[in-house]
């Protein structure tokens, strides 16, 4: 029998079937499962249904520009202060006796539950926590969605940030959450310890001076029972950001570029910079927008491909459903590097940033705006 869908959703007067129907189709080892790609009647994006089973998406989390009223508008409470790391966001759930990994997005993506299985040991977990996902960053050379490599992570590893109900998507406790990892043998993001809102703040602050320093992301800050978030990130990140930004210029909305600078300049207020510090950061960030643009524009001339370039190393069967899955999305891949080593499939594949190449082409050959 179908599930009651409106006793999983809180939906008030709308038809559960207005919701269902924005979900999407999509096949894991050759069962279908549905996914929202898009946040729907405050149903988040990345909700999934595998089997009649719900797996809440992670949800959006606010930013702050200026810390410290932000921290006292947010929270009235302790707050833990947390490493934000730079990888991409990965919920593990068990359903049906299969652990799977699922993207932001709500796919179960074959490559991350491949790393996954050889990563991480959730079973004890699960059996305890049925019914709950691991929520984590998954970070590491060698993985189709981002570039960003930690010193410490030779190969993909998977840090716990929250636990939660996979239906209601219920938050774990900050202090319950930290003891499982504890329990269960699982890596947590770090954790700078639980504070007064006013300590949060000098607490976050330094953090942020330290983890710049290191080309490191942020913070997030938490409420201890895990419903309250905020986001603050470093220096460094707004610089890597642009410069993958304008590496990719007519790919990325003006909006990214904007809200990057905006960052650079509240942080630079409330960090109380001398003028030779800020000149210091509009020098930095200026060469963040120029010199990559620069390439781009000479990469293009030369006809090299312009895109994201990832280098990933799986099973052939896992590998063959990744790339589909792109190719399905419409995303056009060039692949650098095609071969079987030690019984593994590596590839190292572009995905075409075809706005940026063929703008760039057009006014390079005298097309005008
Ligand atoms: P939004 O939060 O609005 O969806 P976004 O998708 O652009 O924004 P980010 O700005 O990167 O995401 O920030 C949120 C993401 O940060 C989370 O989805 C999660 O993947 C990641 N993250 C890294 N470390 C942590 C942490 N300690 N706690 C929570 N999230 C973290």
Known sequence: MARDWSSVFDLGDTDPEDLLEHFDRAWFRGEAYRYLSDARHGVERGTAIVDDVVVRGYPSMPRALVLEPAVHEVFDGPVAVEEKLNGYNVRVARVDGDVLAFTRS????????????????????????????????????????????????????????????????????????????????????????????????????????????????????KSTDGRRALKYTTSAIHRADLEHAFALPFDYGRDFIFTRVLREAFQAVEFEDSSERVRERARKLGESVLLPAVETVRAVEADDPVGETHTVRADPAVIEALLSYFRDKGLELTVQRDEIEDGERVVTFTKVARSTRDKTAYYLSGGTI
Do not use: I, Q, W
């Open 106 to 221: 709500g796919f179960v993506c074959p490559y991350t539950t491949a790393k996954v299985e050889r990563t991480l040991d959730p079973d004890g977990f699960f059996e305890d926590y049925p019914e709950h996902v691991l929520c984590g960053e998954l970070v590491g050379p060698e993985n189709p969605y981002t570039e960003h490599d930690y010193p410490e992570v030779e190969e993909a590893a998977f840090y716990v940030f929250g636990v939660r109900h996979r239906e209601t998507g219920d938050p774990m406790p900050v202090d319950r959450r930290r003891e499982c990892c504890v329990d269960y043998d699982l890596d947590p993001v770090r954790h700078y310890g639980t504070f007064t809102p006013a300590a949060a703040v000098s607490t976050a602050r330094e953090a942020v001076r330290d983890l710049d320093a290191h080309g490191r992301e942020g913070v997030v800050l």
